[in-house]
């Protein structure tokens, strides 16, 4: 949700305390997928950097 919702902080936090960054959810969607549908420019690229 962070990824959607644009928390650029957040991810940081998650990615930098071990979070999956290719986790998918219930309908297959990705952290990396959901940025860039909203538009999220820098989460996407900070997620491709993980």
Same mark, same amino acid.
């Given at each position: 949700?962070?990824? &959607?919702? @644009?928390? %650029?902080?957040? %991810?940081? %936090? +998650? =990615? ?6 290719? %986790?998918?959810?219930?309908?297959? @969607?990705?952290? +990396? +997928? =959901?940025?860039?549908?909203? @538009? ?5 690229? =900070? =997620? +491709?950097? &993980?």
């Amino acid at each position: 949700m962070a990824s &959607y919702d @644009g928390k %650029v902080e957040v %991810v940081r %936090v +998650l =990615l930098d305390g071990g979070a999956d960054a290719t %986790v998918k959810d219930d309908r297959g @969607g990705t952290p +990396l +997928l =959901l940025a860039i549908e909203e @538009g999220h420019e820098d989460i996407a690229k =900070l =997620l +491709l950097a &993980y």
